[in-house]
């Protein structure tokens, strides 16, 4: 059984050990120092974006807005004619199909 100490045993085993609130730690918690400079380089990249939209125009110029349109009509015109070619080359094929089956 551990005998009681008297005050002057107390503060001499207390006074060995050092003790600091900013070393003292909860058992099983994680040391988050080093996740700081992780964050800051993503909080500025973040800051860094919004900076970039702020000063992104939001509506297109007359002349982007027109070609973009003549460009959307030429792609509506060429999927029509992709859709044609399709049809020919599916008759065609029935066609051949035809041909081999009566030899």
């Given at each position: 059984?551990?005998?009681?100490?008297?005050?002057?045993?107390?503060?001499?085993?207390?006074?060995?050990?050092?003790?600091?609130?900013?070393?003292?730690?909860i058992r099983g918690a994680m040391d988050l120092t080093p996740l700081i400079p992780i964050v800051a380089i993503v909080a500025i990249a973040a800051v860094k974006i919004a900076r970039l939209r702020a000063t992104r125009p939001d509506a297109p110029s007359a002349?982007?807005?027109?070609?973009?349109?003549?460009l959307e009509s030429a792609v509506q015109g060429l999927q029509r004619e992709l859709a044609e070619t399709q049809e020919r080359l599916d008759f065609a094929e029935r066609l051949l199909s035809k041909a081999r089956e009566e030899r």
């Open positions: 059984m551990a005998r009681p100490r008297s005050s002057g045993e107390s503060q001499a085993v207390s006074s060995t050990k050092p003790v600091r609130n900013e070393t003292r730690r002349d982007v807005t027109a070609q973009l349109e003549s």
